[in-house]
């Protein structure tokens, strides 16, 4: 069975900085492009970052970029989302999930991990 | 960036009832690269369809995707009351992903 297991979240200053984790299992981590997607209160879904397979291939959506930098450990099946400058913006659950393959949806996600932004 | 609007913003129909849901892009879109999630309060978005019209892993034949091009739809035939819910539709574009503001189905 696929379990994404998140963790990292918490209430954080403007400005400071957070470290989200994604504890993987159940499948083949290395071979698989990651991503994480995050829901502010009461809004849609945004997509932030992805990471292929090796880690060589970084990805981010312009909303974050130079803030955040997305890196895996594939020898502990964990994927991870470095946040800096954080903003009260940045405020929202946030998801990691597997890519399935080349048609890039999303097939398992994790439960969520909430990060907050407030002084 | 491909913006993809989702259409109405919320529906209120009844168990029963057939729920019609629109998802158009921006700019054309391929059929592969257009997936439908479901999500219930509290809970993290569940893959409904992929490639536009196919189903994924367990989920009922009441639920259907067509659509190409800008214009892509989710149908669900007969309204059950554990599909009451937010829809979201998502596109990939080479290394880039972006999702339509969701459509909440509500109970009549």
């Known amino acids: 069975e696929v379990q994404l297991l998140e963790s990292g979240g918490g209430l954080v200053q403007p400005g400071g900085s957070l470290r989200l984790s994604c504890t993987a299992s159940?499948?083949?981590?290395?071979?698989?492009?990651m991503t994480w997607v995050r829901q502010a209160p009461g809004k849609g879904l945004e997509w932030v970052s992805g990471?292929?397979?090796?880690?060589?291939?970084?990805y981010y959506a312009d909303s974050v970029k130079g803030r955040v930098t997305i890196s895996r450990d594939n020898s502990k099946n964990t994927l991870f989302l470095q946040m800096n400058s954080l903003r009260a913006e940045d405020t929202a659950v946030y998801y990691c999930?597997?890519?399935?393959?080349?048609?890039?949806?999303?097939?398992?996600w994790g439960q969520g991990t909430l990060v907050t932004v407030s002084s | 960036e491909i913006v993809l609007t989702q259409s109405p913003g919320t529906l209120s129909l009844s168990p029963g009832e057939r729920a019609t849901l629109s998802c158009r892009a921006s700019?054309?879109?391929?059929?592969?690269?257009l997936a439908w999630y479901q999500q219930k309060p509290g809970q993290a978005p569940r893959l409904l369809i992929y490639?536009?019209?196919s189903r994924a892993t367990g989920i009922p034949d009441r639920f259907s995707g067509s659509g190409s091009g800008t214009d892509f739809t989710l149908t669900i035939s007969r309204l059950e009351p554990d599909d009451f819910a937010v829809y979201h539709c998502q596109q990939y574009g080479y290394l880039t992903w972006t999702f339509g503001q969701g459509t909440k189905v509500e109970i009549k």
């Open positions: 999930a597997t890519v399935a393959g080349m048609q890039g949806h999303f097939d398992y």
């Open positions: 700019q054309s879109v391929s059929s592969t690269y």
């Open positions: 990471v292929s397979g090796s880690g060589g291939g970084t």
């Open positions: 490639s536009a019209s």
């Open positions: 159940g499948f083949t981590f290395s071979t698989y492009v």
